[in-house]
């Protein structure tokens, strides 16, 4: 039997503090998902979370937290 294979992925060098954002992003919601799931819906993400500006984000009040809890366009649970 062979060793099974595994592919170092590539480094990720994102542009600026958005590019992080969304990375981490990613990293997050993937957990426990397959990335499929999370491709399929990665356009819904990056406006729920308005494309990732740190600013903008960063001003969520608990009503935009409600608001992505019921966005079905991403990954959500409201526990």
């Known amino acids: 039997m062979s ?3 595994y592919e170092i992925p590539p480094r ?3 542009e600026n503090d958005a ?3 969304e ?3 990613q990293a997050v919601f993937q957990a426990g998902f397959s990335w499929q799931v999370i491709r399929n819906k990665w356009p819904g993400f ?7 500006d740190v600013d903008t984000v960063a001003a969520f009040t608990e009503v935009d937290v409600e608001r992505l809890v019921e966005d079905k366009g991403i990954v959500r649970n409201g526990r």
Not at 46 to 52: D, I, P, R
């Open 23 to 25: 990375k981490i992003t």
């Open 19 to 21: 590019g992080y954002l």
């Open 3 to 5: 060793e099974p294979q």
């Open 46 to 52: 990056q406006a729920a979370f308005a494309e990732f």
């Open 12 to 14: 990720i060098v994102p």
